[in-house]
């Protein structure tokens, strides 16, 4: 395995104008032909070209038109050279692969016995040799021969231009795809399928079809997708100017993929998990997760298809812009602002939850990385949504106006080119005449900044002033960080409540967005009256923990007015966090648990307020999670963290019991499901309020969440309710969990979440998911299954997974293990769980070191593993 690194990117010797494939599609053997036309590329001096190929076998290779000896070619790993070729070739090549035997699911392979690709990364290398890298952009067309009969669909990207009979029960289908792409965006399916579809009318008056395939059985679960791309398309419209650029538009549903969705120009590819819904099966965070999934690969026929990553250090150009723009989908979809505040909210949330620890971990690494071992490993939360609130901070330093102007400039310089985070950064500087060089470090500079804010009022004066201090912790091979440019939007309120105006540059009413480029740097607020409460970060407008000495009746007073409704949901976050960590040492060390009655009230004031959306009141009400605990400590002891939260959970759900079913009662949502927000937010606040009484169980809750699962109307409320049971040790939980898998068997995707919330359940032992393992349902072939059980054990159930025998470790080493002969991609994602394993006590420490070791020692370890347990191991 070999490191490679940014700095020794070259431009490709020779560039690829037209392919032609031909594939004769057959599960054991299929026949790929393809004719590539190539020129010298004159901004290169080198005479050579270089395809790559893996797990191929050749059977022929021709050069204008002759056949190309083994002297004439050299062949080292997966690189095929051809040296001194002329200025311009034809290339003429013939391979053969085995999809049936394909387990890695990239590339080409079977899934329930139709054909699918997945190409990016370097999956197009297993289909042909081929120049795959994303700077090689190509016009492709694309003939397909299947058995008739098996494979009636038959689909390529672009437009069907040809389709008709062969012999011996055959048949084929022409596909042309107008625009130049490189070749990670090749797709292909061919397979047994049915279609919903419709034909839409875009804003320049074309019409476009718009189809979504599924598995014959599923067509009842395919309308919240096609509304989520017409919304899409509709959205990228108004929002950004961007249209549709084709006739037409698929999404194809696959049950084996490695992750959520793919945007082949043309043909996205979906994990049925991102498309198939209908109430009785899907919750109301499947609905969201379709909507942001649908838009994310809608909107990369943007940013990603028509402007691409010169390489893949570059992946952020597309991934973190790309999140961005699904992000405020999603939140112009539901229109409010405090909607838009919550799906703020949730973004926080996942950032703490995994971006942090990523960034403060043995993988950390840059927005754009500088080396990786293995590509696949850095499709990360760094890339994605740590870049996505870089390209966010943008649009808080230039404004929402000076944004579209530098996306408009962007794609008017680039428009079909494969380009850098550095022309995407100069574009919003140029179009906007800013300096943006400091801003570079959030591409170079890993690790989460701190801020420790310190603050002073001058009452004569009525002057007021924030010294804000900012440094990084070292992250591997960047052990000194430079300053960040950081904008930190801040607000002051008043002892009313209210916010004060600001007197100070740059304020915009109430909020002013301070630009922090130095170490250390003060800033004055004038004409302030009387000594107020600052509210920091607001909006969360920088992903940087923020330090300042907060005193319990700041928090409470920003928990009870802070305008920002991000800040408000932070204050109680602050308020919750503190309680959970004494409360954790005092588990840790014997002492009393007790939780006092101003937090409790502040709880119950959210709870009860009325004037407050139930999503906000649900938000505010949630505790920091186990993860985020854990990441609050210097020795890690996961045990005492659970039990403090559980206490935290069953206290309030005994404190505030009338109030909990009071709330419980009145954001039912009688009638018709809909997964809109407002009524998604009535159930999430009476969920998590019947998750709160049965958190303190008494027989009432049991019985409530019992009622609530036999007379569930929809996925959401008999999920919840089944969790109430299972969290609270009913009785009637195994009988539930036994109902409703014979309810669902037939379901994949909801014998998923059957699995899921086993695994995440507090008494469920290493020994009891091995048990699971054995039930008919389980394998770990299929990625969306293995992550329900396995994953889910491994990341959602802290206190069971760190068992201090050290069996849970030994579990984990075992799967990364039988998951990596079968699939590395998936493989390598499980070998993450242990990356934080230097801050537990040494015992334990003691014990992940054994199992990091028993999987370094593994004989046939792939690529992706080695470098993320090496990394773990460094
Ligand atoms: N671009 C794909 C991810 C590909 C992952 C390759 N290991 C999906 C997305 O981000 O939209
Ligand atoms: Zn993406």
Known sequence: SQTIYRNDYTPPAYLVDTVELGFDLDPARTIVASRLTMRRNPDSERAEIELYGENLELVALRMNGKPLGKRDYRIDGNLLRIANPPQDVTLEIETITAPEKNTTLNGLYVSNGSFFTQCEAEGFRNITYFPDRPDVMAKFTVMLRADKQKYPVLLSNGNLIEEGELDDGRHFAKWEDPFKKPSYLFALVAAQLVCQEETFRLKDGRDALLQVWVEEGNLDK?????????????????????????????IVAVGDFNMGAMENKGLNIFNTKFVLANPRVATDVDYAGIEAVVGHEYFHNWTGNRVTCRDWFQLSLKEGLTVFRDQEFSADMIGTASGRAVTRIEQVRTLRQAQFPEDAGPMAHPVRPDSFVEINNFYTVTVYEKGAEVVRMLQTLVGRDGFRKGMDLYFERHDGQAVTCDDFRNAMADANQRDLILFERWYSQAGTPIVKARTQYDADAKTYSITFTQSCPATPGQPKKLPFHIPIAVGLLGADGRDMPLGQDGANGSTAVLELTEETQTFNFTGVGEQPTPSILRDFSAPVVLEYDYTDLEL??????????????????????????????????????????????????????????????????????????????????????????????????????????????????????????????????????LSYLAAAPDADAIELAQAQFDNAGNMTDRVAALIGLIHAGADSAAPALQAFYADFEKEALVVDKWFAMQAAAPATTVKAVRELMKHRAFTLKNPNRARSLIFSFCGANPAQFHAPDGSGYAFWAEQVIALDALNPQVASRLARSLDRWRRYAPALQGQMKKALQKVAGGKKLSNDVREVISKALA
């Open 222 to 250: 395919t309308d919240y997708a096609m509304q989520s791309l017409k919304n899409s398309i509709r959205w990228d419209e108004e929002r950004f100017g961007l249209e549709l650029d084709l006739d037409r538009f698929m």
């Open 556 to 689: 409470l007073h920003l928990f009870s007015h802070d305008s920002d409704p991000v800040n408000r949901w932070e204050a109680g976050q602050r308020l919750a966090m503190q309680r959970l960590l004494r409360l954790t040492s005092a588990v840790a060390s014997g002492g009393k648990l007790e939780l006092d009655a101003t937090f409790i009230d502040a709880m119950r004031k959210i709870l009860t307020d009325d004037g407050l959306d139930p999503s906000f009141r649900e938000q505010a009400l949630l505790l920091p999670s186990e993860t985020m605990m854990a990441e609050q400590m210097s020795v890690v002891n996961p045990q005492a963290i659970n039990a403090a939260r559980q206490f935290v959970r069953a206290t309030i759900g005994t404190t505030l019991r009338t109030e909990l079913m009071q709330q419980y009662l009145a954001n039912m949502t009688p009638g018709e499901y809909s997964p809109d927000a407002l009524s998604a937010g009535r159930r999430g606040l009476k969920n998590l309020a």
